[in-house]
């Protein structure tokens, strides 16, 4: 068996005839070769291939692979991540999935989610375009956990009056364990695209941790607020679009706020982002010379993630100033999660607006910065970028916050 | 039936699980106690596991994965005894350095050699038991052995593995589990098959369960060691039977599955004779309602009234087979109603070989031949009551169980009944498929470990029998009840600290065998006493404040009722002086003098007997009795 990275020296690894592997030492040993092998390794990109398996109903869904946990693997022989799917793979775990269509499995990358980046933002979204525009009745990105929703933001950016919905679909436990959660957010994932009466940009993953629905998450409110949990994702400051029960498979809209399916010669691609943005959290130590030098290396705009109401220690508050004058676009956001950033109540805040820092309303950190990316790479003049980055474009704000939209704990009832 | 097992070349194997007693669980910081409040009000998550069926490691995969589907497994989650690891929700956390630590001391004990690196392994588990669909396992040691009067029996692996969560009952066709127990530490033992015979299958299993006794650090109590068996004889199929809890029913689980081998070959020689082809036992299934729309038999009627429809298929030229007795009790008919309630979620099945009956008429049985026209001289109809969804899934699994029949004995994983009997529990997975534990990293085995797990390797069962003779001066007979009594590990400590001269070995030896044997034969659950209430006991004895009676009664109270304080009985059964005897017995002379008066021949016994009431266990016999008959010389006089 091949060595894994933890192994120490001097070990080989034995899979034994009944399937259990140990480490047994070579020091004093004898060792004869009987064969040689190799394990396969495999590159980060996909190449856009796809498989495709025919299903039992009309509709056709495309599913843009583009790795995470989803669409891995472990090989019980050798213990190695086989990183990609094919359209035989999935239906394999799913086999319902052929009831609901023809389906496509385009793949796109075979990247951890942590290794994304604004470039790969723009293939994803140009790959969904394009097979939006050639007619296909569902789309689906699967992507790791970590950072879809920075994707899905991007998405939602970048794809303009989407006459259907996208929909990001990722797994908390690989689609190698029996209690995978992957199938059933895969399956709810494609009802959606099939059925939403909206089109936007979501995030299909597990309500609660038992197998009973899937929520369909906008895609600019939603956050991964756990590191393990088949329910990490959740909407902030919003409640979800749409939830799929099971096992009866049922779609149901739960919110009412949505943006409608365009026509599909009306979609719109601008599939640009800027990479000179970066996200600067508040913190009490912070030293300024971290704005100054993004400011020196010529970043276009900074995402302050800021505390309470949308603060920073007053010693930025000049390096912010510069920056803004330098033509930089600085944003203010919140790292208490919920709520909503409002400057105007102390006088840091407000000391920070006459800076020249827009407040970003209710965003999410990683919303606010996506946008901005989107905004600095597709609208050539500050005052453009400006305007639109505090005004509502995919109901990435949201300016009603009932009581229902924060979550309840255990205080001991 | 009088078998002889070298002769049909039995072969067994055992595996042992046993948990062990440490702090916490063996992937995660949860204490390895059960729940023991109520279920209601407990917090409960609903999930479903599948699995590729590319990956199932099975013969038959459709098999496998039609059992997974759309089975709901309802998990309970205790407070206190469960944390996100056991739900799933977490990766596990490091192995248990205790446990790993108890278990290599284990293995030195039986001569098994210990591996350089420890890989832990995923075991894919799909009856639900483990909320991950795997049990995480990994081999500790390789090979040793067990002495046996009938030659060695070699041991294979010994591993180290998360126990799985407790069952604790169906609702609805969906199986409920209780989380408390999943993952806490167990070692299992596996032995070659070399075992070859029911008894010999009994010393192994006990031999082996009092070694790890011996270690101190296994948990005691029902359901705290397990046993499988791999059973086989020639031209058989080996059997997988799980969870037997009593060691006392392993050569009956051995006579009965041989037989039962014996049995299923002979009616798979006979459908043979019969010229039975798998073809002619279709795959048809009919709606049959028609025929009973007037039963008189209130199992159908009560279920035809709430909706439910009957079922049937046929099994051609199957007739009385069904009725051959396959092991006491139970069947033919009876594995093919395993296979309906196991793949239907239905709760049984009729057949025709065993009708008229269940209020169904000899009218009706002809009816039914007629209806679907097969030869009633010759065939089997099986009928089953309820939706058709779970009927379909009861009598297409009776169908294929059926067509099994024809090449004689099917793979199987069964579970062992009170009795000792077995019952059809899931198909028995193939060359089970074993994956690395990716969110686990190798531990490497070195001399510290090893030093720290000298202190659990176990003494020989033979040098300790040895030792109870030579130097506590026990006799064979006690030596060797003590050995196997729960309170064994005991037995030390409890030496070390009380033993003088009135509190000999010999007597705190007997009391942990003959004395709480004998309670435990009259139905007092001596589960209950814990070793430190024995001590507590022990010491009120040695200062003089109980008599050894009294010991015995306040243990039996106690088990019978744990909740109450031991001090309250420790006081009830306090010794008594002569003086407050004396009082005692004159307050019963007093309020009784008339009728003592009247009968006065009687007297000595009346009064007796009310005393002893009172005093039993606190004073000894012969000194009540001395005051009374000083007390009633008295009587008649004042
Ligand atoms: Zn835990």
Redesign the pocket.
Known sequence: MPSTEFSREGIVILKLSNGYNVGISIKDAYVEVVKEGYVKTYTEEGGGTSTYVRGSSDSLISIVSTGGTIVSRVEYETGAVKPALTAEDLIDFIPELKDLGSIEVIDLYRILSENMTPKHWSSIAEVVGKKILSGVDGVVVAHGTDTMSYTASALAFALRNLPQPVVLVGSQRSSDRPSSDSALNLLAAVITSLNAPFGEVVVAMHGTISDNYVLVHRGVKVRKIHSSRRDAFQSINDIPLAKVIFPDKRFIMINNRFLSRCRKDELILMPKFEEKVSIVKAYPGIDPEIIDFLVDRRFKGIVIEGTGLGHINDSCIESLRRAVEEGVVVVMTTQTIFGRVNMNVYTTGRKLLLSGVLPGSDMLAETAYVKLSWLLANFNDLDSVKKLFTKNMVYEINEVHEDYLYPRWYHGD | MEINYEELGLRVGLEIHQQLDTAS?L????PTKLFEGSEEGVTRIERYLRIAKSETGEIDPAAIYEYMKGRKIIYLVPRGH?????LDEEPPHELNREALTVAIGIALGFKSKIVDEVHVMRKIVVDGSNTTGFQRTAIIALGGEVLDDEGVVRIQTICLEEDAARKVGEVDGAVVYNLDRL?IPLIEISTAPDIRSPEQALRVASKIGIMLRLTGKVKRGLGTIRQDLNISIKGGTKIEIKGVQRLELLPKIVEYEVMRQLKLLEIRDELIKRGVRKEDITSNIYDVTEVFRDTKSKLIRDKLRAGCKVYACVLKKFKGLLKVEVQPGRRFGTELADYAREWGGVSGIIHTDELPGYGISDAEVHNLFKFLNVDEGEDVIVITVGTEDRCTRALKAVIDRARDALSGIPKETRVANEDGTTRYMRPQPGAARMYPETDIPPITIDSRIINEALKYVPKDPNTVYEELISKYSLSPEISKQLIRSPYFIYFYDLVRELSDEELTPQYIASLLTIHLRSLKSEGVPTENISIEVIKDVLNTLKRGEISKDGVIQILKEYALDPKKPIEELIKKYSKVDVNEVIKIVSKIIESNREELIKRKDKAFNIVMGLAMKELRYRVDGRIVADVVRNLIRDLGQG
């Open positions: 669980k992937f995660c910081s949860c469960v944390c996100s690891v056991e993952g």
